[in-house]
């Protein structure tokens, strides 16, 4: 049975980046760095990049932990591996809408990772007539994209306006009237019930009845956290929500942390779960638990975080005395 001091499993870049934290936070650790799918994206070509500058301190595993007792975990070749500190970093994948037809050529589930997002815009200038479901961020930045490259668009959200969940109505009418200006058009209170075509989609049909004639049909529904993992390693997680995980990012057990897209998130101002993924923090939690796995520190995130983004907004009041901007405001003034 191979020991290892740190066992970090995810193909994400919150994985490679807690791996790259604690080997330069613990040189002499040895550090085992597990993705559970053998795919050559390029998180896992940077992995054993880091690997072999190592010095042996790092090993790259392309397996899957199937289950777990005590510190050892099982994996899918029925290996056994020990660990004292375990991060799981597992991230998202974006949600499936029940569609009838959506398997079909020519659909795209949109998610964050960033080759698969340049993949999907390429076979999409090659396209005519796309739709995109979703009028999220996402969604609305993929359609102001296309209808700049002169592209047919049109946007359908389930919602009575775009961006109903990052900005306010003034806003959200800004964005469906810049999209409207560009020769887009924008679909709301409606969902897609159906890809027709026969391998590949020719419309779709909508909630209406309506039906709508493309080549290209991209879905922005959103990502789940991927917590499968979690149950296999018996500790406490919510399927919609992420692994439940403390203020030093330690899950039920103490020895196991979660960081990035696949932890529970918490709203500052509500003090309760968030029902949205933060991408903006994944890297700065991979960071930090990566250089602080023997010696926790208290997250201060989900206030930190708040502050500095006040603190930016404030710094950009401009002097009414000499009209010149501001420099960021310090800390202590804002906490005062």
Request: with cysteine; glycine share 6%.
């Amino acid at each position: 049975m191979q020991k290892y001091n740190i066992v970090i499993y995810g193909l994400t870049e919150a994985a490679l980046v807690c791996a790259d934290s604690a080997h330069k936070a613990y040189p002499d650790k040895n550090i085992a760095l597990i993705f559970p799918e053998n795919d050559k994206k390029f998180i896992s070509l940077l992995s054993e990049k880091l690997a072999s500058n190592s010095n042996g301190q790092v090993k790259v595993l392309y397996k899957k932990i199937t289950a777990r007792e005590a510190n050892n975990l099982i994996l899918d070749d029925n290996e056994i591996i020990s660990f004292d500190k375990l991060v799981i970093a597992t991230g998202s994948s974006p949600i499936r809408p029940n569609i009838q037809g959506i398997d079909k050529e020519g659909v795209f589930l949109i998610d964050k990772d960033f080759q698969n997002l340049n993949r999907i815009k390429k076979f999409a200038l090659k396209c005519e007539k796309i739709v995109v479901f979703g009028g999220g961020y996402f969604g609305v930045e993929l359609t102001d994209e296309l209808l700049r490259e002169g592209k047919s668009v049109t946007i359908i959200e389930r919602s009575n306006r775009l961006l109903p969940s990052s900005f306010d109505s003034e806003i959200s009418l800004s964005a469906q009237n810049i999209i409207e200006s560009q020769g887009g058009v924008v679909i709301l209170n409606n969902k897609i019930r159906e890809v027709i075509g026969s391998d590949r989609i020719e419309a779709v049909k909508l909630r209406s009845e309506e039906t709508i004639s493309c080549d290209f049909l991209m879905i922005s529904s959103g990502s789940r956290p991927n917590v499968e993992v979690a149950e296999k390693l018996k500790i406490v997680f919510d399927y919609d929500r992420g692994i439940l995980i403390d203020d030093y990012f330690r899950t039920s057990d103490k020895n196991i942390f979660a960081i990035g897209d696949c932890a529970a998130k918490f709203d500052f101002f509500r003090g309760d779960l968030c029902s949205f993924l933060m991408q903006s923090l994944k890297l700065q939690e991979a960071d930090l638990v990566g250089s602080n796995l023997y010696s926790v520190i208290y997250n201060r995130g989900k206030l930190s975080s708040y502050l500095t983004h006040q603190k930016r907004l404030l710094g950009r009041i401009k002097n009414r005395e000499n009209n010149d901007e501001k420099s960021y405001l310090p800390l202590r003034s804002l906490q005062t």
